[in-house]
């Protein structure tokens, strides 16, 4: 009787599960990179259409973070600001720097190339869509912008400090007392809690670590734990 199959096809089957696990394998890795922090882009530092000093404007200058980022007290997301804001000061001070160029574009109607289009500052930290952050709740409740930024007041260019993983979240939400401050030292970046403790003292703290647990449990700090915590 005559073979139905071609020869070749005895070695089909073998294919089959060569190519299968190819692809199984390569899911796996790219999900055990892209699923991990290895992918979080910590040191990201994109430039900017503006070359905006924070260390300028925040360490020199002593500009509170709320005067730009004017949300982040009040909403779950912190915002960028407008050209409005920029424009209360530059449109006297700096007024012939070639680096603001592109405010004055935006915002003076006398310049020659002037088109009123908003600034397209460039995002530097991002988290997952299906991630939710809410920055209100965080600093009223004693968290700096410090802890999850770094030292932004000493950045000429703003880049990402911290990796903001899962892992990284939930070490915060197991021992909260160790980024807790009193709110009057949330946006204050030369902060230290030795030096505030000595200042302000309090009756049964007198260690850094005990200031952080009087504060837990003065704010009622009770983090959750659970996924569905963020993956709302």
Same mark, same amino acid.
């Given at each position: 009787m005559a073979n139905i199959f071609p020869r070749w096809s005895n070695l089909l089957p073998l294919k089959i599960?060569? @190519?299968?696990? =190819?692809?199984?394998?390569?899911?796996?890795?790219?999900?055990?990179?892209?699923?991990?922090?290895? =992918?979080?882009? #910590?040191?990201?530092?994109?430039?900017? $259409?503006? $070359?905006?000093?924070?260390?300028?404007?925040?360490?020199?200058?002593?500009?509170?973070?709320?005067?730009?980022?004017?949300? #982040?007290?009040?909403?779950?997301?912190?915002?960028? $600001? =407008?050209?409005? =804001? @920029?424009?209360? @000061?530059?449109?006297?001070?700096?007024q012939d720097s070639?680096?603001?160029?592109?405010?004055?574009?935006?915002?003076?109607?006398?310049? $020659?190339?002037?088109?009123?289009?908003?600034?397209?500052? #460039?995002?530097?930290?991002?988290?997952?869509?299906? #991630?939710?952050?809410?920055?209100?709740?965080?600093?009223?409740?004693?968290?700096?912008?410090?802890s999850c930024h770094g030292d932004v007041d000493q950045m000429e260019v703003v880049y990402q400090a911290e990796n903001l993983s899962m892992g990284w979240c939930l070490e915060c939400h197991r021992s909260p007392e160790d980024n807790l401050r009193p709110l009057e030292e949330v946006f204050n970046f030369a902060y230290d809690a030795e030096d505030w403790l000595t200042e302000n003292p309090m009756e049964g703290v007198d260690t850094t670590e005990e200031l952080g647990l009087k504060l837990k449990e003065q704010f009622k700090v009770t983090p959750k734990e659970s996924c569905a915590t963020c993956h709302h």
């Open positions: 599960v060569v @190519c299968a696990g =190819t692809v199984a394998g390569g899911i796996a890795l790219a999900f055990s990179y892209y699923a991990t922090p290895k =992918t979080l882009a #910590v040191g990201y530092q994109p430039s900017q $259409p503006i $070359p905006f000093s924070h260390k300028i404007h925040v360490d020199q200058l002593g500009l509170d973070c709320r005067y730009c980022h004017s949300f #982040v007290e009040v909403s779950g997301h912190s915002n960028v $600001p =407008t050209g409005n =804001t @920029c424009w209360n @000061c530059h449109q006297h001070v700096q070639p680096k603001l160029e592109p405010l004055h574009i935006s915002m003076n109607p006398n310049h $020659p190339s002037y088109d009123g289009e908003p600034i397209e500052w #460039v995002r530097i930290h991002k988290l997952p869509d299906y #991630v939710y952050f809410n920055h209100s709740a965080h600093v009223s409740r004693g968290i700096s912008c410090q």
